[in-house]
């Protein structure tokens, strides 16, 4: 079975840093993208960034470009959100998910393309 598990959320001031972790395992393909969303208390959950496994495309959506950064480890079973210059409109639940085939445009513009997601983590800023 396919798992994620997000992990590094926490209470950072504006302006400051975070790195979010999505650990992924199950999968028995080298080729799936793995995107990291978020929702924020009554908006609908909304695409950051997703990144291909595959050949390492990523995707930035308007929110997340400049300011944030995606990058896996060497196994590729780890993604990283590298969050700076957070702002108060950062705050929400933040959910890693991922499905098959390279294609970061195609699953960030949708969270309801992707079919396996973890749990989520909190990010709260604080002004």
């Known amino acids: 079975d396919v798992q994620l598990q997000a992990s590094g959320g926490g209470l950072v001031q504006a302006g400051g840093s975070l790195r979010l972790s999505c650990a992924v395992s199950?999968?028995?393909?080298?080729?799936?993208?793995v995107a990291w969303f978020r929702q924020a208390p009554g908006k609908e959950r909304e695409g950051v960034s997703c990144?291909?496994?595959?050949?390492?495309?990523?995707y930035y959506t308007d929110s997340a470009k400049g300011r944030f950064t995606v990058s896996p480890n060497s196994a590729k079973n780890t993604v990283y959100l590298q969050m700076s210059s957070l702002k108060p409109d950062d705050t929400a639940e933040y959910y890693c998910g991922a499905d098959v085939g390279a294609r970061p445009y195609y699953y960030c513009s949708g969270y309801g393309r992707i079919r396996y997601w973890g749990r989520g983590t909190q990010v709260t800023v604080s002004s």
């Open positions: 990144f291909s496994t595959f050949n390492n495309n990523t």
């Open positions: 199950g999968f028995t393909t080298d080729d799936y993208t």
